[in-house]
């Protein structure tokens, strides 16, 4: 007979320091980790002026800004029947459990990234529906040369408590540019530095930004009325405290990256090098899929010294002929 624990193990798949709800039960614990850390300024992305917003309080409504490039937002880029028959080419391949209440599915190399070492047998390439995703993905000038060699599908489920910690893609091995495709559910990345460096804000009298987008938190209030919007002690101390410079860190703001149903999500640049991305628990309020779509670093590229291991990774993965790696 098995016991409890080996019950325990098969459902759950966090190790060290990762939990999900299931273990968290299990070991009558309580996770801080994933969700939001509540001391950072939050401020809303806006995909259209490539900024990012938040409400400030003041004698009128007003809206501070900082600039945020990096990122890559395409609505819509694939149909809801499009959505619906990817879903089922990937429910056909058996999901195995992750850490932090997630389940995946691996097209890709096996990797030991603290000894930098990757092994291509087993990789058969990414998976057949994943050729005409890519051609589409082309015809955006920022993935114009873009060439996958991994694909990762992630599932998060609220049930489980789904999250991930913020954190880097590794750099060894991945190249520029993050992509995902986003299936199922809204949702929102997560987006903090440690840097210490200030920011400089621009601050207007507004509510929203110039593209209509609602800056977070959003009081309900008049732009011409006196009244003064109810604020958190903690943002008052802190606006208080950067009132004469209009200055904050980089290490005290996070930034919340809308990821609508059926989007097309690139980071790069900054938001890849600077700023760690996270999922926190909250922001999965139902069922979502990530189909995510990695390149490989300039170590592997025709001018690298791992430049043949990278074509060899490139012709397996472009015969889109994959299976998920077990």
Not at 18 to 45: D, H, I, P, Q, W
Not at 109 to 133: D, E, I, Q, Y
Not at 156 to 164: C, K, L, N, Q
Request: include cysteine; hydrophobic fraction near 30%; charged fraction near 30%.
């Amino acid at each position: 007979m098995e016991s409890r624990g080996d019950d325990f193990a098969k459902k759950c798949g966090c190790k060290g320091i990762r939990t999900c709800l299931l273990c968290e039960e299990e070991k009558a614990t309580v996770n801080g980790s994933e969700g939001n850390a509540g001391r950072l300024v939050r401020y809303m992305y806006c995909h259209q002026c490539h900024k990012a917003w938040r409400h400030t309080e003041g004698s009128l409504c007003q809206t501070e800004q900082i600039d945020f490039p990096g990122v890559l937002i395409v609505e819509d880029f694939i149909t809801p029947e499009e959505e619906t028959e990817i879903v089922t080419v990937i429910e056909g391949t058996e999901w195995k459990m992750s850490q932090s209440g997630r389940k995946k599915q691996d097209f890709g190399p096996k990797v030991n990234f603290k000894k930098k070492k990757l092994k291509l047998g087993g990789f058969t390439g990414l998976p057949s529906f994943s050729a005409s995703l890519l051609a589409r993905m082309k015809s955006h000038d920022l993935l114009k040369d873009f060439t996958p060699v991994e694909q990762c599908h992630l599932e998060y489920d609220p049930s489980r408590g789904s999250a991930i910690d913020p954190h880097f893609d590794d750099f060894w091995l991945w190249g520029e540019r993050l992509v995902t495709v986003n299936l199922l559910a809204d949702s929102v990345l997560t987006m903090s530095c440690e840097e210490t460096d200030k920011i400089e804000l621009t601050t207007q009298q507004t509510t929203h930004c110039e593209h209509g987008k609602k800056s977070v938190p959003s009081p309900d209030c008049d732009p011409g009325s006196q009244t003064k919007a109810v604020a958190d002690p903690q943002d008052m101390t802190r606006s208080q405290d950067k009132s004469e410079s209009n200055i904050l860190r980089y290490c005290d703001v996070e930034v919340a990256i809308p990821m609508p149903r059926r989007s097309l999500i690139v980071v790069h640049g900054d938001a890849r090098h600077k700023w760690m991305h996270a999922i926190h628990r909250e922001d999965i309020t139902s069922r979502r899929i990530a189909v995510t779509l990695r390149e490989l670093s300039s170590e592997f590229s025709a001018e690298g010294v791992l430049n043949q291991t990278g074509k060899e990774l490139i012709d397996i993965a472009l015969s889109f002929n994959g299976s998920a790696i077990s």
